[in-house]
């Protein structure tokens, strides 16, 4: 092949590599597949926020010694629950001084992995 066929092959490739890629054929070739891949438990580098929800009720029952306390509350809108009697994990051991049974009280909660935390009393 003479030199100049040769340059003129290779300048002809190039070019259609390049417009190629700028077509964004490459990119989508590049991606496909990838909305196969379960997104869901994939972190995007920044912490995932937990959600935090809250509930008004009446403790029931306070067992600081397994870390739990018992409480009858109203509907939890952000979890379309209705009102319940249920046994929430307490974080911080701190939140017992504010628990007392037959007292009104506001949660914050978490879920963490089976549990529902209280995050917060007031």
């Known amino acids: 092949m003479k030199p100049t066929a040769a340059l003129s092959l290779i300048l002809a490739l190039s070019s259609s590599a390049a417009a190629f890629a700028q077509s964004g054929a ?3 070739m590049e991606m496909k597949g990838m909305d196969a ?3 869901a438990n994939m972190n995007s580098g920044s912490a995932a926020k937990t959600a935090t929800h809250q509930a ?3 403790v ?3 067992d600081a010694a397994k870390g739990t306390v018992t409480l009858a509350h109203g509907p939890v809108k952000s979890l379309n629950w209705p009102a319940m009697t249920m046994t929430f994990t307490v974080k911080d051991k ?3 001084d504010k628990l ?3 007292k009104k009280v506001t949660i914050d909660f978490i879920k963490q992995d ?3 935390v209280v995050t917060s009393v007031k």
């Open 26 to 28: 490459a990119k989508s």
């Open 37 to 39: 891949m379960p997104m």
């Open 56 to 58: 008004t009720g009446v």
């Open 60 to 62: 029931k029952a306070v």
């Open 94 to 96: 701190m939140f017992f």
């Open 100 to 102: 007392a049974a037959d």
């Open 114 to 116: 089976a549990d529902y």
